[in-house]
T-cell receptor
Framework: GEDVEQSLFLSVREGDSSVINCTYT??????LYWYKQEPGAGLQLLTY?????DMKQDQRLTVLLNKKDKHLSLRIADTQTGDSAIYFC??????????????FGRGTQLTVWP | GAGVSQSPSNKVTEKGKDVELRCDPI?????LYWYRQSLGQGLEFLIY????????KSGLPSDRFSAERTGGSVSTLTIQRTQQEDSAVYLC??????????FGPGTRLLVL
C-alpha cells in the first residue's frame, strides 16, 4: 500500500530544533517530499530527497531517510515562530503511465512558542 | 507566471449546481495534477495530465467529476450536481523536468 503516517502535533520553544517524523510503506517510492502549509495557503515545497540518498541538508533543514525502515525525518534548526505551520510528508510513486503521483501523510501541526 | 495559479480562490455554491475550477500551471510544465484536501480524507489525488497522453482519472471520486486540459496548459476541473461532501480545498500542482511538484494556492469550495 501507500500509507504515509505522521504524528499530528509537535510543540517546541523558539530557538530549539524541531524533528518531524514520517513513515511510509511503499518501497517503490522514487522521491520523498516535505511540504509546508500555512493557514489559508497552498502547499509550499520545502525540500525533497531522492530515495537512494540518506541525507540532504538545505540551510536550516536536514532531511534524513532510512530506506530500510521506511522512515523519513525533517529537522528544523533554530526553529522560529514563523515556522509554525502544518508539515506534510509525501512519497512520489510512478505507476504505469502516471509519474510522480504523491501520497501524503495527514500532516504534523508544528507550534513554536516564543 | 512565476507560479501555479488557481481561480476562483473561494467558491460558495448551492447543492445541485455545477462548478468549474481553473488551474494555470507553470509555463512549460508538462505534468499537471489535481488533488483535494478535506478534513476527513486529508490530501487525495484526483487526476493527472501528462502532455498529450490520456489522463489518469483513477482518483476521481464519482462520475460527477471531470477535468480537461486544453492545449497542454490550462486545466479545468468540473463538478456537476455538487453535494455537500464535495466541500474541500481543490489543489492543482504542476511538474516540469525536475522531480518537484509546485502547488497553487487552491480553491476553497463550500457547498451549501
Amino acid at each position: 500500500g501507500e500509507d504515509v503516517e505522521q504524528s499530528l502535533f509537535l510543540s517546541v520553544r523558539e530557538g530549539d530544533s524541531s524533528v518531524i517524523n514520517c513513515t511510509y510503506t511503499d518501497s517503490s517510492s522514487t522521491y520523498l517530499y516535505w511540504y509546508k502549509q500555512e493557514p489559508g495557503a497552498g502547499l509550499q515545497l520545502l525540500t525533497y530527497i531522492f530515495s537512494n540518498m540518506d541525507m540532504k541538508q538545505d540551510q536550516r533543514l536536514t532531511v534524513l531517510l532510512n530506506k530500510k525502515d521506511k522512515h523519513l525525518s525533517l529537522r528544523i534548526a533554530d526553529t522560529q515562530t514563523g515556522d509554525s505551520a502544518i508539515y506534510f510528508c509525501a512519497e512520489s510513486i510512478d505507476r504505469g503511465s502516471t509519474l510522480g503521483r504523491l501520497y501524503f501523510g495527514r500532516g504534523t501541526q508544528l507550534t513554536v512558542w516564543p | 507566471g512565476a507560479g501555479v495559479s488557481q481561480s476562483p480562490s473561494n467558491k460558495v455554491t448551492e447543492k445541485g449546481k455545477d462548478v468549474e475550477l481553473r488551474c494555470d500551471p507553470i509555463s512549460g510544465h508538462t505534468a499537471l495534477y489535481w488533488y483535494r484536501q478535506s478534513l476527513g480524507q486529508g490530501l487525495e489525488f484526483l487526476i493527472y495530465f501528462q502532455g498529450n497522453s490520456a489522463p489518469d482519472k483513477s482518483g476521481l471520486p464519482s462520475d460527477r467529476f471531470s477535468a480537461e486540459r486544453t492545449g497542454g496548459s490550462v486545466s479545468t476541473l468540473t463538478i456537476q450536481r455538487t453535494q455537500q461532501e464535495d466541500s474541500a480545498v481543490y489543489l492543482c500542482a504542476s511538474r516540469g523536468s525536475q522531480e518537484t511538484q509546485y502547488f497553487g494556492p487552491g480553491t476553497r469550495l463550500l457547498v451549501l
